[in-house]
């Protein structure tokens, strides 16, 4: 592009719709830049700050604020700043549901423009999107444009930068509305409307030769036939034939290397047992982005939109939802200026109100949901938007018929294809969704767990119990909802349930046995009232907001806080070096007697509160149960969601809390009373969780040894038929030749069954010998910053690019980023990284993976569930051996498990997992580096078999790593 270029605006009614002002697109070296007479500059980093506050003060256009100003070494929430025009706030007003890279390239490529990866366009790029967006808004009519301006309009009125641009192309609306002009998604949200209650499915069994040619029509008749894939479809397909024994489910166990294609393989089997018998299957990911490839490949078996939408469901926890009256209340806030947060808060709840009026579920993660709008709000608040505390009040919300959640739930009963999580797929087991007890007569009998590498750690996360700090006052919050010294919403149990709990008028006409029995049940719905005073003025003895800074100052206030207190200063005593940056944990053993004593006076007020909400939930059962006949269905959804709640923490939370505390006043005396030893079979320890050596939670917790017990208790014994699959689900050890399927059974828990499960394993089609290299590098320290930085440095210059840096610890990332971003800058090579770059996770991968020399650092998460297959992926570089972190629970499931081969075992699946993100395609080429001098030879199993392993110096690695990667 030479600088003689112009900027040609659009024009509408003589108005100029491009706002006249730079375009900037800043990179680590400085920025490019296009000002509104068509002149191209480039700005070195040193001289942009005084750039923005000179020239650029009447405002910028840029793409992705956060990540431009931290490019710029500018804060980006500063009042006076230049007004920024982000050209991704356009695109999501524009495309509220679609998804673009967050880049000028990005966003041009999302619209159909042509790109143009020079860094000298991107400034054209960032003009040309805004013409073509700006161009599109004129074009709308009829109701579109007209709930568009409505939006528009607020937001122009408070403060938005693209106001004037927006109502010029769209014009003002017709309708001019209150308060709440266009922000209003509560009244515009589809009611939805019950439908008889679904029957149970059918028996009937899916063959294998059915299941094989249910494969090969989701495959097409274009289509190479792969024999793994099929041999995975065939053998899974007994998780679909009917059981023979109560308790005994037809489990399949199967590990299926990279590259099969177990995706389409389990949803062939999956999808025609749907069909045949009228039944739903879940299918359940770990991670968000295979919950996401997995909704993609429905496609293929539901390629019409409507069809696909009525026969499939993606279901997430409540607190991925929108909720319509947190959000009503968040937009009631911001109008009076109640966010804090200057005009962005208000800008954000537009682009919510544009989303929600064309999402496709209202999740507000892992979904349709524009990734760039949280940064307009201050860090956390979007959590607001959701039901995160367990604040819901059902059928008494004046929205419930429009709830999100609630049409969620409900397509779920009726889909055939349900694609869950582990994580709520067990909560709602283990609060018996899945069965008859909830009314649900048709529940589901068939489960595929994918990613089941992790279903140790998804079980443990869901049956694990925490008594802290933080639980406890969101406990308080959610009896008492928001408190005077509170800057949040919430509304208390007290709101939730207290019209809820009365009784009906009765007939003129009853008889004396009807007026026996209302007289009884107002008797019990009167103590229910009065258990919901008491636990009300109980609720205050939990941590209130503040209780941190209270126990730093020896200010803690009720037994809650005061327990706290004790708690951190016998963390603080048993911990070797309180320095590091990491958590603190001491066991429990030996406490101190005013540690017990504490602890006792927060048991016995536990157990207060506890009586106290059984009185409330007996009350609304008893209304349940002696108003059956007349209630209708709104005041009964109502009565069995706030009952829910309320026993979900009568019967699981403080228990678990009460039993923590029991456990640490005094063991031995429980086993004299004859009662259970609650650490039985778990490990229990105070921890304090820090961030950066800043202490943000304090608590008891309690993990189970084995937490794969109890999903096989909850979740496979009551189901008929589990599919498990995974890449990496057996271990191959020097000493074992064979793979090791009792990793796979304790990993799963598949071994707490009584009828063994089936083993599949189907090899990886590629040729690793030819496509893959391995290299532990012998001379470098591991310990040292320079060096290891240098490494990574060398090793991704050798590639150029296309390589994914792992770490296993945060300040490590940071300081191999900071040392190496200008020597790849310098060679033309973009550097990514998660905990430094303002982008979400998927985000980075997406944009690593539309770029062929870019570099990308990571963590744990970019080691498990990454697909980037083809070029982007070449080169993947380990810091160091990935052993487990030595913590209390980890030394107790060591001790459990069998010693150094439990350890060694963890360290090669996570090993084996992240060498599989490397060869994706026939095609790929990669090597895999660890800079770890010390790795055993007994992992390197955890590679494939005919892959070639080599020990060298970095200087030979980065030879061989260029020589590899450049073949023909």
């Excluded at 063959?207 to 289509?223: D, F, I, K, W, Y």
């Excluded at 947060?341 to 208000?346: C, V």
């Excluded at 004859?674 to 950066?692: F, K, Y």
Aim: net charge negative; proline share 6%.
């Amino acid at each position: 592009m030479s600088q003689s270029d112009s900027i040609d605006p659009p024009t509408k009614g003589g108005q100029v719709l491009l706002p006249p002002v730079p375009a900037l697109v800043a990179g680590p070296r400085g920025a490019h830049i296009l000002d509104d007479t068509g002149s191209l500059e480039f700005i070195p980093r040193e001289d942009l700050p005084n750039y923005v506050r000179d020239e650029g003060a009447r405002g910028l256009l840029i793409c992705h604020t956060l990540q431009t100003m931290r490019r710029l070494h500018l804060d980006p929430r500063e009042p006076d700043r230049a007004p920024l025009y982000d050209i991704i706030e356009l695109f999501s007003f524009t495309y509220p549901t679609r998804f673009c890279l967050p880049t000028p390239d990005g966003v041009a490529a999302a619209l159909g423009l042509k790109v143009d990866l020079d860094p000298e366009s991107a400034p054209l790029l960032l003009v040309d999107a805004a013409t073509d967006l700006l161009a599109t808004l004129s074009s709308w009519t009829g109701d579109k444009q007209e709930q568009a301006s409505r939006v528009a309009k607020t937001m122009m009125d408070g403060g938005w930068h693209w106001g004037q641009s927006v109502m010029a192309a769209l014009g003002l609306p017709k309708r001019r509305g209150g308060l709440h002009q266009g922000y209003d998604i509560w009244n515009q949200v589809p009611e939805w409307e019950d439908r008889a209650p679904p029957l149970p499915p059918a028996d009937n069994a899916v063959t294998r030769e059915a299941a094989v040619e249910q494969l090969r029509g989701l495959l097409g008749p274009n289509a190479e036939e792969r024999g793994e894939q099929i041999e995975f479809t065939s053998r899974g397909a007994y998780a679909f034939t009917p059981r023979q024994i109560e308790d005994m489910p037809n489990m399949v166990l199967a590990e299926a290397g990279t590259g099969t294609g177990k995706t389409l393989g389990y949803v062939a089997p999956a999808s025609l047992w749907a069909e045949m018998n009228d039944g739903t299957v879940w299918l359940s990911t770990y991670t968000k982005n295979l919950q996401r490839q997995l909704d993609e490949e429905l496609i293929k078996l539901y390629p019409d939109d409507k069809m696909r939408t009525e026969k499939t469901v993606i279901r997430k926890g409540r607190e991925n939802y929108m909720c319509l009256l947190n959000y009503q209340d968040a937009v009631g806030g911001a109008m009076q200026g109640g966010l804090g947060a200057g005009f962005t808060s208000l800008i954000g709840l537009g682009l919510v109100a544009r989303w929600a009026s064309e999402s496709r579920d209202g999740a507000m993660v892992g979904s349709d949901f524009p990734p760039h709008v949280p940064h307009l709000f201050p860090p956390g608040s979007t959590s607001n938007l959701t039901d995160r505390r367990g604040e819901c009040i059902h059928s008494a919300c004046p929205h419930h018929r429009r709830c999100f959640i609630e049409i969620a739930n409900r397509k779920s009963k009726y889909a055939r294809l349900v694609v869950a999580n582990h994580a709520l797929v067990m909560l709602r087991a283990a609060q018996g969704h899945f069965g008859v007890s909830h009314g649900n007569m048709a529940p589901p009998t068939r489960f595929v767990l994918d990613e089941g590498h992790h279903l140790f750690d998804a079980a443990d996360s869901a049956f694990s119990a925490h008594l802290t700090g933080i639980e406890m006052s969101m406990m308080r919050r959610w009896v008492r909802g928001r408190e005077k010294s509170s800057k949040r919403r919430g509304r208390g149990l007290s709101e939730r349930v207290l019209e809820l709990l009365v009784t009906s008028d009765l007939p003129e006409d009853a008889d004396d046995q009807a007026k026996a029995a209302h007289e009884q049940l107002a008797i019990i719905i009167g103590e229910a009232r009065d258990g919901l005073m008491e636990t009300q003025s109980l609720a205050n003895g939990l941590p209130s907001e503040g209780w941190l800074p209270r126990i730093g100052e020896d200010r803690a206030n009720g037994p809650g806080e005061v327990f706290l207190a004790r708690l951190y200063a016998h963390v603080k005593a048993r911990t070797a070096d309180i320095r590091h940056g990491h958590d603190l944990e001491a066991t429990i053993n030996d406490p101190a007697e005013e540690l017990i004593e504490t602890a006792k006076a927060l048991a016995i007020h536990l157990h207060q509160l506890e009586n106290a909400m059984n009185k409330v939930a007996h009350g609304l059962a008893a209304r349940l149960d002696g108003e059956a006949d007349t209630l209708d269905t709104m005041l009964r959804n109502g009565l069995e969601g706030s009952l829910q709640g309320i026993e979900q923490r009568c019967k699981m939370t403080l228990p678990a809390w009460r039993a923590m505390l029991m456990h640490l006043i005094d063991t031995k005396k429980m086993q004299a009373e004859d009662l259970p030893d609650p650490s039985l079979g778990t490990i229990d320890w105070a921890g304090v969780e820090r961030n950066d050596r800043r202490v943000f939670d304090i608590g008891l917790h309690r993990h189970a040894i084995d937490p794969t017990r109890s999903l096989a208790e909850i979740l496979y014994k009551p189901a008929h038929g589990v599919l498990i699959a995974s890449a990496t689900l057996s271990d191959h050890t020097i000493e074992d030749e064979a793979d090791d399927w009792q990793v796979a059974e304790v990993r799963t828990g598949a071994r707490h069954l009584i009828h063994p499960a089936e083993h599949l394993s189907v090899p990886s089609p590629f040729d690793y010998g030819k496509q893959a290299r391995v290299y532990i590098v012998t001379d470098v320290d591991k310990n040292s910053p320079d060096q290891m930085a240098a490494a990574y440095r060398e090793l991704f210059l050798a590639a150029n690019g296309g390589a994914l840096g792992l770490f296993t610890a945060i300040a490590r990332l940071r300081e191999v980023h900071k040392r190496i971003e200008d020597p790849l800058t310098n060679a033309g090579l973009e550097l990514l990284a998660q905990h430094v770059d303002a982008l979400d996770n998927s985000a980075l991968i997406d944009m690593f993976r539309a770029r062929e020399h870019a570099c990308l650092l990571g963590t744990d998460a970019m080691r498990d569930g990454v697909d980037v297959p083809g070029n982007a992926l070449r080169l993947i570089v380990f810091d160091r051996v990935p052993w487990p972190r030595p913590s209390l629970l980890h030394k107790g499931r060591r001790n459990h498990f069998g010693g150094r081969s439990y350890e060694e075992m963890l360290t090669r699946l996570k090993l084996k997992q992240a060498f599989g993100r490397l060869i994706r395609r026939q095609d790929d080429h990669g090597c895999f580096v660890m800079l770890d001098r010390s790795t055993p030879s007994r992992l390197l199993t955890a590679f494939p078999e005919n892959v070639i392993v080599e020990r060298v110096g970095l200087a030979e690695a980065v030879s061989g790593v260029r020589s590899f990667l450049t073949l023909d």
